[in-house]
């Protein structure tokens, strides 16, 4: 099995939701795109990445939304040694369709007594629906790890829910682990990086909002 020395997760660049949530009421959440700090915010990562990756190939996975392919482009990666993959299963989780603000609010409050992983947003999803089609898209990475030529690094193109359920999946966090962390900033990055010992470890925690109340 080729494992590769690195996966690394980013989260795409500001968007126009992220600045303005009214947009919600008038774009679908999968067309919005990044604004012009979401642009430099993934200029200046996909430098980093450049850096990090050499001239070594890249197995990119990207949400399907705009805001990911958007920032997947500002990363300027040579064509020559990636291959592309558009994820569903990375998308975002899903609110519902056209979103009217207020209920959005309302339910993100409903959300913040009842759990963030468990809370499902009236016809949309709960964390825990996103963990499952998370844990749906490692399987298929996993066996993506067999063949003999795959490349050395992992890119996956998502949102900041996602990246921290996959970590939650890979590292086996509980629940309540889950529910203390923050969602990395826009344009942020976490790597999973292979040690000596044929262990993955996060190359940097995330965030923590507060200490793990286990229920």
């Not at 008038?26 to 001239?55: M, S, V, W, Y």
């Not at 070594?56 to 399907?64: A, I, K, N, Q, T």
């Not at 939304?65 to 989780?93: C, G, K, M, N, W």
């Not at 203390?180 to 190359?203: A, C, F, I, Q, T």
Request: hydrophobic content about 30%; proline content about 5%; glycine content about 8%.
């Amino acid at each position: 099995m080729a494992r590769p020395r690195r996966i690394v997760l980013v989260r795409h660049g500001e968007s126009t939701g992220n600045l303005d949530d009214s947009v919600y009421e008038r774009e679908p959440d999968h067309a919005l795109g990044l604004t012009e700090r979401g642009r430099q915010e993934a200029r200046d990562t996909g430098k980093e990445l450049r850096e990090l990756f050499g001239r070594e190939r890249v197995s990119v996975y990207v949400s399907p939304y705009r805001r990911t392919h958007e920032t997947l482009r500002a990363f300027h990666l040579d064509s020559e040694l990636i291959r592309v993959r558009e994820e569903p299963r990375l998308r975002e989780q899903d609110w519902g369709n056209w979103q009217d603000r207020e209920d959005v609010r309302r339910q993100k409050a409903y959300r913040d007594a009842y759990g963030h992983f468990f809370y499902r947003f009236a016809q949309g999803e709960s964390g825990a629906d996103v963990y499952d089609r998370v844990g749906g898209f490692l399987e298929s990475l996993f066996r993506s790890f067999e063949e003999p030529d795959h490349p050395p690094n992992v890119l996956l193109v998502t949102h900041g829910l996602a990246m921290r359920l996959f970590c939650m999946r890979w590292f086996h966090w509980t629940v309540a682990e889950f529910e203390s962390l923050s969602n990395p900033g826009n344009g942020e990055y976490r790597m999973l990086v292979l040690g000596e010992d044929g262990r993955y470890r996060l190359d940097r925690p995330f965030s923590h909002w507060r200490d793990p109340e286990p229920y």
